[in-house]
C-alpha cells in the first residue's frame, strides 16, 4: 500500500473544517434572533415625564458669600459655607401636618439669626396631598413651587429659576396648601453662610 502524503490528508480535513464553520455560524445566528438584546431606555423617557423641573443653582454660595462679607466682614475662615437644616428655618424636621384643606397654611415662620445668610435652591416633594408652596422673605414672595407637580417627577425633585435668598435678620415665611389634613414631608434642600462659630467651630 502506498504511503499517503500530507496533500492527501489535507483534502479529507478541509470538507471537515467547512461543515463544523457553517454549523457554527447557524448556532450563533438562531441564538440572536431568539435571544436579542434589548435597548436600554431612560426611565425619565420611559414614564414619559422629566426626571426634575428648573436648573440647579451654581451661584447660590457666592451671593451668600457676598452678602456676608457687605454686611458682616466675614470672609475667609471666618465664615462657614454649609448645608441647610429643619431648624435654620425654626423646625424640627421638614414633616408638616396641614390643619385644612384649600387654604395656605404656616409650614415654617422664623427670623434669620444675626450674621447667617440662607439660600434655598429647591424641593423634595414625594406626597399626594400637598399641592403648593410659597416662600416669603422679608416683605415679598420670593418663591413658589407646584408641589403636586414635583411629586409626579421621576426624582421628584424641583430646582428653582433664582436661590430664593434672605438675609441676616430677616423674617423668613413659608406657607403650604393642603387637599386635605395630612401629614408629609417637604424637603428643602438649600445652603447657609454664617459666622464660624455658630455651629460649627474650629
Not at 464553520?21 to 436579542?36: F, G, N
Not at 423674617?171 to 424637603?187: H, L, R, S, W
Request: net charge negative.
Amino acid at each position: 500500500m502506498a504511503k499517503k502524503s500530507w496533500e492527501d490528508y489535507l483534502m479529507y480535513l478541509i470538507p471537515i473544517v467547512g461543515v463544523g464553520a457553517v454549523l457554527y455560524y447557524l448556532m450563533t445566528k438562531e441564538q440572536a434572533i431568539v435571544s436579542p438584546v434589548a435597548p436600554v431606555t431612560p426611565i425619565s423617557q420611559a414614564v414619559g415625564v422629566p426626571s426634575y423641573t428648573g436648573i440647579p443653582s451654581t451661584d447660590a454660595t457666592s451671593q451668600l458669600l457676598a452678602l456676608a462679607e457687605q454686611q458682616c466682614g466675614l470672609s475667609g475662615d471666618s465664615v462657614v459655607v454649609r448645608s441647610l437644616r429643619p431648624q435654620d428655618l425654626g423646625l424640627t424636621s421638614f414633616s408638616h401636618t396641614s390643619t385644612g384643606a384649600n387654604v395656605w397654611d404656616n409650614f415654617a415662620s422664623t427670623t434669620v439669626a444675626d450674621c447667617t445668610f440662607i439660600a434655598i435652591i429647591g424641593i423634595s416633594y414625594a406626597g399626594s396631598n400637598f399641592s403648593q408652596m410659597r416662600v416669603n422673605a422679608g416683605a415679598s414672595y420670593v418663591g413658589y413651587a407646584p408641589l403636586a407637580f414635583v411629586s409626579g417627577l421621576v426624582s421628584q425633585v424641583h430646582f428653582f429659576a433664582q436661590p430664593l435668598t434672605a438675609e441676616q435678620n430677616q423674617p423668613i415665611i413659608i406657607d403650604i396648601i393642603a387637599k386635605a389634613v395630612a401629614t408629609e414631608n417637604v424637603n428643602l434642600m438649600g445652603t447657609v453662610v454664617e459666622k464660624r462659630g455658630m455651629l460649627i467651630s474650629p
